[in-house]
């Protein structure tokens, strides 16, 4: 008990260390929706209350548990960032102590043939627990306040897969309570819905043999209901918000390119370099669009056999490589998102990473473990030695940097074009940070290299428009989003609100409403004004 504590205050303070430089950033990426102008995570009311657990205010995501927290923030901080940035900071140290406490009790069972296991189960969880804490690929979720759902979502992942465990030995409450930590994990993010077969793991894997199969595989059948429940209320909101269709990508192509997200993301677990926001991938066409997904598909394909062929010699291995490849399933692009591949998807699988990885360190490193080295082949003492040593310098000092490029939108952004400078996106997103901070020329000088590198993007023009009103050239503004107009093959809310002001200022007020009307039931937002303005406008000009 006394270690096990020791472990865990040694877990707190590596990574408070780490992630220490985090806590000053300002407000980042997605943060302005989900709380900055999110009213209804702006403290605790009925109001509020109904709002997050009736509806999706935000108008992308239904996370109550998540939004809860903000709530929690705001009554304490207000919107003062550093606060939000503690809680941040707070809840992964928690989602620490529950992975650390998880580790604990799988690696004495893995261990059950060595002379102590339990103290060798404690070294190996402490060491996997520890990669945890200093893996870059969670910086994203720490250092990005919109993305503590992530966070969250493995603090409950973690507990419950802790409390199932500890059902074996005392059935009842610790079960039931395993369940709920599902529930609000599901509530904190959706892809947890796979934890299902991370229970149907344990049980394969580590439940005490006495119980019968059949009886095993029965306690995870509330699991899979809970599961199919919430996928099916994460599938509704997603068709509310319009977050994706269907028709986004063809199944086979889907299928296709999930063996090669697989891929690149065991890469980034085992050398997480660089980091961005949006990593560039180009969905394949199908298993015969080239050579690409063929040989990733048969990669995967020798990694899952492998997993099964030493599932009993090499159990943590196994486990581990099993959990990480079933928690890739929900984000690796099987089903249809705008985001294939990031950092933050990583939250979970990472887990099964770390464990595997701190089983294969604890065995490979004769100072942690006496007597295994004499064993082991020469190339693969020093191959785990090499890769040890180059993780506990890198990995932290990568952790560090990583979190000043989320300083701010502009310190984030740039830090990605040095690694992506043909990335379209970012151009857009640095430019139109710019034109927020009222450096319109910076900004549309980004923007237009955007256009230059993709042709079909529209926000050069929108925003030349927007910069020509503020300027009181609205004549010359009207034109631009005319001509614009006339190239889209869709509605866009911020040009037919524009539209729609220019119009009211010259007097023109049927057009006006027109183009309100438009704004407002309009399809795709650029940020810079919402539907909900252009109804209030246009209920405004019906009024008088």
């Given at each position: 008990?006394?270690k096990?504590?020791?472990?865990?205050?040694?877990?707190?303070?590596?990574?408070?260390?780490?992630?220490?430089?985090?806590?000053?950033?300002l407000?980042?990426?997605?943060?302005?929706?989900?709380?900055?102008?999110?009213?209804?995570?702006?403290?605790?009311?009925?109001?509020?209350l109904?709002?997050?657990?009736?509806?999706?205010?935000?108008?992308v995501?239904?996370?109550?548990?998540?939004?809860?927290?903000?709530?929690?923030d705001?009554?304490?901080?207000?919107?003062?960032?550093l606060?939000?940035?503690?809680?941040?900071?707070?809840?992964?140290?928690?989602?620490?102590?529950?992975?650390?406490?998880?580790?604990?009790?799988?690696?004495?069972?893995?261990?059950?043939?060595?002379?102590?296991?339990?103290t060798?189960?404690?070294r190996?969880?402490?060491?996997?627990?520890?990669?945890?804490?200093?893996?870059?690929v969670?910086?994203?979720s720490?250092?990005?306040?919109s993305?503590?759902?992530?966070?969250?979502?493995?603090?409950f992942?973690?507990?419950?897969?802790?409390?199932?465990?500890?059902?074996?030995?005392?059935p009842?409450?610790r079960?039931?309570?395993?369940?709920?930590?599902?529930?609000?994990?599901?509530?904190s993010?959706?892809?947890?819905?796979i934890m299902?077969?991370?229970?149907?793991?344990?049980?394969?894997?580590?439940?005490?043999?006495?119980?019968?199969?059949?009886?095993?595989?029965?306690?995870?059948?509330?699991?899979?209901?809970?599961?199919?429940?919430?996928?099916?209320?994460?599938?509704?909101?997603?068709?509310?918000?319009?977050?994706?269709?269907?028709?986004e990508?063809?199944?086979?192509?889907?299928?296709?390119g999930?063996f090669?997200?697989?891929?690149i993301?065991?890469?980034?677990?085992?050398?997480?370099?660089?980091?961005?926001?949006?990593?560039q991938?180009?969905?394949?066409a199908?298993f015969?669009?080239?050579?690409?997904?063929?040989?990733?598909?048969?990669?995967?394909?020798?990694?899952?056999?492998?997993v099964?062929?030493?599932?009993?010699k090499?159990?943590?291995?196994?486990?581990?490589?099993?959990?990480?490849?079933t928690?890739?399933?929900?984000?690796s692009?099987?089903?249809?998102?705008?985001?294939i591949?990031?950092?933050?998807?990583?939250?979970?699988?990472?887990?099964?990473?770390?464990?595997?990885?701190?089983?294969?360190?604890?065995?490979?490193?004769?100072?942690?473990?006496?007597?295994?080295?004499?064993?082991?082949?020469?190339?693969?003492?020093?191959?785990?030695?090499?890769?040890?040593?180059?993780?506990?310098?890198?990995f932290?000092?990568?952790?560090?940097?990583?979190?000043?490029?989320?300083k701010?939108?502009?310190s984030?952004?740039?830090?990605d074009?040095?690694?992506?400078?043909?990335?379209?996106?970012?151009y857009?997103?640095?430019?139109?940070?710019?034109?927020?901070?009222g450096?319109?020329q910076?900004g549309?000088?980004?923007?237009?290299?955007?256009?230059?590198?993709d042709?079909s993007?529209?926000?050069?023009?929108?925003?030349?428009?927007?910069?020509?009103?503020?300027?009181?050239?609205?004549?010359?503004?009207?034109?631009?989003?005319?001509?614009l107009?006339s190239?889209?093959?869709?509605?866009?809310?911020?040009?037919?609100y524009l539209?729609g002001?220019?119009?009211?200022?010259?007097?023109?007020?049927?057009?006006?409403?027109?183009f309100?009307?438009?704004?407002?039931h309009?399809?795709?937002?650029?940020?810079?004004y919402?539907?909900?303005?252009?109804?209030?406008?246009?209920?405004?000009?019906?009024?008088?």
């Amino acid at each position: 008990m006394l270690k096990r504590r020791f472990h865990i205050l040694l877990l707190v303070i590596v990574a408070m260390a780490v992630y220490a430089n985090s806590l000053p950033n300002l407000f980042n990426f997605d943060d302005a929706q989900f709380v900055v102008a999110n009213s209804a995570v702006h403290g605790f009311s009925f109001h509020n209350l109904k709002a997050v657990f009736t509806s999706v205010p935000n108008a992308v995501e239904y996370l109550p548990v998540r939004d809860l927290t903000y709530m929690l923030d705001y009554e304490l901080w207000k919107l003062n960032p550093l606060g939000y940035h503690i809680s941040n900071l707070f809840y992964f140290v928690l989602a620490l102590i529950a992975l650390y406490l998880l580790f604990s009790r799988i690696f004495p069972i893995i261990f059950t043939g060595d002379e102590n296991p339990e103290t060798s189960g404690g070294r190996a969880a402490f060491i996997a627990a520890l990669i945890y804490a200093i893996h870059p690929v969670h910086v994203e979720s720490v250092a990005c306040i919109s993305q503590r759902k992530d966070i969250l979502s493995g603090l409950f992942y973690f507990t419950g897969l802790f409390l199932y465990i500890e059902s074996w030995k005392k059935p009842g409450a610790r079960y039931f309570l395993s369940l709920l930590m599902f529930l609000l994990a599901g509530l904190s993010k959706m892809t947890v819905v796979i934890m299902p077969v991370s229970v149907l793991l344990l049980e394969l894997y580590f439940a005490p043999q006495e119980i019968n199969s059949g009886k095993r595989l029965l306690r995870t059948i509330p699991f899979f209901v809970l599961a199919s429940a919430l996928t099916v209320l994460g599938i509704f909101i997603a068709r509310l918000t319009g977050v994706y269709t269907m028709a986004e990508a063809g199944l086979s192509s889907r299928i296709a390119g999930f063996f090669e997200v697989v891929l690149i993301n065991i890469k980034m677990l085992l050398f997480p370099y660089p980091l961005v926001v949006w990593h560039q991938f180009d969905m394949p066409a199908g298993f015969f669009s080239g050579a690409i997904p063929a040989l990733s598909l048969a990669a995967v394909a020798v990694l899952v056999y492998l997993v099964f062929r030493f599932r009993k010699k090499y159990k943590a291995l196994s486990f581990g490589f099993a959990w990480m490849l079933t928690s890739m399933v929900p984000v690796s692009g099987l089903f249809p998102t705008t985001v294939i591949v990031a950092e933050r998807y990583m939250f979970l699988p990472s887990a099964g990473f770390c464990l595997a990885a701190g089983w294969g360190l604890f065995r490979l490193l004769p100072v942690l473990n006496k007597g295994v080295f004499s064993r082991l082949p020469a190339w693969a003492v020093g191959a785990g030695a090499a890769w040890a040593l180059a993780m506990a310098v890198s990995f932290p000092a990568i952790t560090v940097e990583r979190n000043m490029d989320w300083k701010d939108k502009i310190s984030l952004y740039t830090a990605d074009l040095a690694h992506h400078p043909d990335l379209v996106k970012t151009y857009i997103c640095l430019g139109k940070e710019y034109i927020n901070n009222g450096n319109f020329q910076v900004g549309l000088a980004y923007l237009l290299r955007a256009k230059k590198l993709d042709p079909s993007d529209f926000e050069y023009d929108f925003y030349t428009a927007y910069y020509l009103y503020k300027n009181g050239q609205p004549d010359f503004a009207l034109a631009v989003l005319n001509n614009l107009r006339s190239q889209l093959h869709m509605e866009v809310v911020d040009v037919d609100y524009l539209a729609g002001m220019i119009y009211q200022g010259r007097g023109d007020i049927s057009k006006a409403k027109e183009f309100y009307l438009r704004a407002a039931h309009s399809g795709f937002p650029l940020g810079v004004y919402m539907r909900e303005q252009a109804l209030a406008a246009l209920n405004r000009l019906n009024a008088k």
